[in-house]
């Protein structure tokens, strides 16, 4: 079966330097795998996605994430932290169902928090 | 465009009451799901409807139960509720059978007291 692990609940940062949200996936085939962003009663937000295409990622304000299969990683990345970016984070892995579009599996989120 | 709207925005319902949460998706999307998310927690798939029919199922009883009318909005439906059915409940459309982006609609707030 399909899951993510979020390996870290709480995350705190400065203002101007690099973030790492790391993520674990388990999957018994190659995955779809998503970051959402979730920031205080607003809805979820894709940051952005793999699907089996470049194993590097780019995607809004400045996130990435490289998916590595020998580590079953997915972990989310930015080189210079900001404000506006605290918000709870989720990383997410898609599971198939006869072609249709696919229901999503969700972590358990990790909350960041930037520091002035 | 507006994406996806859910209404209400906030809910507070009393135990063993029924409750009905509704979705429009964005337009021209077909498909909706249905996630529910409890404080502190992850969503969890509840469901999803494509066609007017229910297509996929997550692991909730059958308190939970959903419809998609033929403009492919949606309705989702609580009954016998529980305190522990406090929640957001979250509505995310997306189009077609490929691998698509979900939307996601800012939730409805529901409150069982």
């Known amino acids: 079966a399909q899951s993510v692990t979020q390996l870290d609940s709480h995350v705190s940062v400065s203002e101007g330097t690099p973030v790492l949200l790391r993520c674990n996936y388990s999957s018994s085939y190659s995955p779809s795998l998503f970051w959402y962003v979730q920031h205080p009663n607003k809805g979820l937000q894709l940051l952005l996605k793999?699907?089996?295409?470049?194993?590097l990622v780019k995607g809004i304000n400045g996130f990435e994430a490289e998916f590595k299969k020998s580590e079953t990683s997915f972990h989310l990345t930015k080189p210079s932290a900001h404000m506006s970016d605290a918000a709870e984070y989720f990383c997410?892995?898609?599971?198939?169902?006869?072609?249709?579009?696919?229901?999503?599996?969700f972590g358990t989120g990790t909350l960041l928090a930037v520091q002035p | 465009d507006a994406g996806v709207t859910q209404s209400p925005t906030h809910l507070i319902k009393t135990r063993g009451q029924q409750v009905t949460l509704r979705c429009s998706p964005k337009?021209?999307?077909?498909?909706v799901s249905w996630y529910q998310q409890a404080l502190g927690q992850g969503p969890q798939f509840i469901f999803q409807y494509y066609e007017e029919e229910e297509r996929q199922r997550g692991n909730f009883p059958d308190r939970f139960s959903g419809h998609q009318f033929p403009n492919y909005s949606s309705e989702l439906n609580v009954n016998a509720l529980l305190l522990g059915d406090s929640a957001l409940y979250l509505c995310?459309?997306?189009?077609?059978?490929?691998?698509?982006?979900?939307?996601f609609g800012q939730g409805t707030r529901l409150t069982v007291v």
């Open positions: 793999y699907t089996s295409a470049a194993t």
């Open positions: 995310a459309s997306s189009w077609g059978t490929a691998e698509t982006e979900a939307f």
């Open positions: 997410v892995v898609s599971v198939g169902y006869g072609g249709a579009t696919n229901k999503l599996i």
């Open positions: 337009s021209g999307h077909d498909t």
